[in-house]
């Protein structure tokens, strides 16, 4: 096995990615046939906050609420008693306008080359679905925000049934605790015309996953030749034994902040701890993918410098000289400025020419100086010809 720490530079990185037998082999299209598998982690970039992280993830964010412990939220039992908190939590995960990270459009990269067999995915944020991954290789492990139901008598509603619930109440609860007000909100919840209380398709503890997840894990893992496992702490179940059910012949990566505790090497694993877009970046350069990724990711190429060297460059613009993003352009102005200063100077040479205030090498001086300035302003004004 393979382990590069997160403090690992560049240039280590770089060095060890390209030795490794597994790189090596997805460089050359040898590994056909790969499995992804993605958590929170690959979110956090996009504005995404995890859950289990101390101080900003989720959990340490319902403390406000008394509950017996952060878990709860998503089980059917504390919900029943008080889906308030839930109603919070889902607020912050509702997909909205957030922009999938290099980590999701790795896996839409993959999915372009045809390479990608699956992704299985933690996450209900959606954003795996705005990077533009395929319906029929995504495999939404804890469900989503598509529909919702009723936990009493099972009927269906909408998205946007519940959407228009979720926002009301979080922010009238959010109002009235501001105001210190203690009211029951029970009828700002979701009800059904049972009066059964309506929750997301979003899977809790104790619930099944879905058939299409128990299906595809089954065929998939004993026929794909690569995993990929990334962002996710492993400590959900069933999800977290994934890794496990992989055939001992078949190579897996996994790239996390920290090593998952579930997860036991095994000779030939790769293991990459630190951000995930940075390592995905990283890898990407040493497979030669970078251009492909950027631009799905809509990054634009950083332009190549000019070897000519002009006038300009010589004698940079103040702008330049004080190291200001300005530097590039001059305004109008400050063009008009220089020309005016720089007959200041001639007109100034005229004049005590006449009087014969000057000596030559003074009016000599002068004039350098004049023509200095002009040149400036006039290698600002007039651009420079194409080749």
Not at 99 to 109: C, D, G, I, N, S
Not at 126 to 147: K, N, P, T, Y
Not at 202 to 220: A, M, N, T, W
Request: with cysteine; net charge positive; aromatic share 8%.
């Amino acid at each position: 096995s393979a382990l590069v720490p997160c403090h690992a530079n560049s240039q280590a990185m770089a060095k060890h990615l390209a030795g490794h037998p597994l790189v090596r082999q997805l460089r050359n299209g040898e590994l056909r046939s790969i499995v992804v598998l993605t958590g929170a982690g690959i979110s956090v970039n996009a504005g995404v906050p995890d859950f289990r992280t101390p101080g900003s993830g989720l959990y340490d964010n319902l403390d406000k609420y008394d509950m017996p412990e952060p878990e709860a939220v998503f089980t059917l039992s504390y919900f029943r008693s008080n889906p308030l908190p839930f109603f919070q939590l889902a607020k912050e995960l509702w997909p909205c306008d957030r922009k999938p990270t290099a980590t999701h459009m790795f896996v839409r990269l993959l999915q372009q080359k045809n390479l990608l067999r699956r992704q299985f995915t933690q996450n209900i944020d959606e954003l795996e679905r705005a990077a533009g991954i395929s319906q029929d290789l995504l495999v939404m492990a804890h469900g989503s925000f598509d529909a919702a139901h009723c936990i009493d008598c099972n009927q269906v509603f909408s998205r946007d049934f519940w959407q228009d619930h979720i926002f009301q109440a979080a922010e009238k609860d959010g109002r009235r605790r501001r105001m210190r007000k203690r009211r029951d909100l029970w009828e700002e919840v979701p009800r059904c015309t049972c009066r059964g209380l309506v929750k997301p398709d979003i899977v809790f503890f104790g619930e099944d996953l879905p058939d299409r997840f128990v299906y595809c894990s089954k065929r998939d893992f004993q026929q794909c030749d690569l995993i990929i496992c990334m962002g996710t702490s492993l400590q959900v179940e069933p999800f977290a034994s994934l890794l496990a059910k992989v055939p001992p012949w078949t190579p897996r990566v996994v790239i996390n902040r920290t090593l998952p505790s579930a997860f036991k090497e095994r000779p030939g694993d790769l293991v990459l701890l630190g951000d995930c877009d940075d390592r995905i970046w990283q890898l990407c350069d040493v497979l030669g993918w970078r251009s492909d990724l950027e631009k799905l990711s809509g990054i634009p190429k950083t332009p190549k410098r000019s070897e000519s060297r002009s006038m300009k460059s010589c004698f940079p613009a103040p702008a330049a000289i004080l190291d200001t993003p300005s530097a590039s352009a001059w305004p109008p102005w400050q063009n008009v400025a220089l020309l005016c200063l720089a007959l200041a100077f001639l007109a100034f040479v005229a004049y005590s020419c006449r009087e014969g205030s000057m000596s030559n090498s003074q009016i000599a001086g002068v004039l350098t100086l004049a023509l200095f300035v002009g040149g400036i302003a006039v290698q600002e004004e007039v651009p420079e010809q194409k080749k």
